[in-house]
């Protein structure tokens, strides 16, 4: 898994999640490295949403005129360029953390609401000590309460102020599978005949302990189906929340 910092012309970006690696011009990395991160994913469940596309092809008109503004037309296959386009993936997604920094307030009525105990540390300096002991015990606070890693934001405690946030409960690898089995899904959808969610999960050996043989006896190939499809079931339900929600800003909804 990449580092959270992505270092661009001017200043570094930092990402609260894994960025997508691409190589080099001349040497391009597998897709697999663009897969690690949850960008990659953003991008393509925005792609499955009908009315996003829609929007797409009227030039950013109409109902998600304002969402276009920022994640553009995504209809291209080619994730890279979408990203790199005018920096859209970095300023979308990267964490703002040029805004504040050490200062000295003059007057209580600077203090700003959106700052936490966990995010500022506020301290009354007696001018009168010496340098040296206020330099020693200013250290001992910080060490005592800035207990992140040297230049690098902890995932689970940093609140983002990214334009677009990542919610916190979602694997990568979860991702993918929803929506390989809404693509799946979607393959077959409409056909006759209909094909069951269980087939579904099999072409896909979503659960390989689940997977029927003519070997085992019908009852056990029974039960198999029925925990193959309710899982389709639970997985379509999660691609279609989140193929919903992306639009309104949201990923993955849960």
């Not at 910092?5 to 970006?13: E, T």
């Not at 005592?144 to 983002?160: D, F, I, M, N, V």
């Amino acid at each position: 898994m990449n580092s959270c910092n992505l270092h661009a012309k001017k200043m570094p970006r930092r990402f609260l999640a894994p960025y997508p690696i691409f190589g080099t011009k001349n040497k391009r990395l597998p897709l697999g490295y663009q897969k690690r991160s949850p960008y990659y994913w953003w991008w393509q469940f925005l792609r499955r949403n009908q009315e996003y596309l829609e929007c797409c092809e009227r030039g950013g008109k109409g109902k998600h005129a304002e969402l276009y503004k920022d994640f553009g037309d995504v209809r291209d296959d080619d994730f890279h360029k979408w990203w790199t386009k005018d920096e859209r993936g970095p300023n979308l997604f990267a964490e703002n953390y040029g805004a504040m920094k050490l200062t000295e307030l003059e007057d209580k009525s600077q203090w700003q609401d959106g700052w936490s105990k966990d995010e500022v540390m506020i301290l009354a300096v007696p001018l009168t000590s010496s340098k040296r002991y206020l330099q020693s015990r200013f250290a001992q606070l910080l060490k005592e309460r800035h207990t992140a890693g040297r230049g690098r934001p902890t995932k689970g405690s940093t609140k983002s102020n990214a334009k677009y946030q990542l919610a916190r409960n979602y694997t990568v690898q979860n991702l993918e599978k929803t929506l390989d089995v809404y693509d799946e899904y979607m393959k077959h959808k409409g056909k006759k005949p209909k094909v069951p969610n269980w087939k579904i999960g099999e072409s896909l050996t979503l659960i390989p302990k689940a997977m029927t043989s003519p070997k085992l006896f019908p009852a056990i190939n029974a039960a198999r189906r029925n925990t193959m499809g309710s899982s389709v079931k639970r997985y379509l339900s999660g691609a279609e929340l989140i193929i919903e929600n992306v639009v309104l800003g949201k990923f993955p909804a849960q």
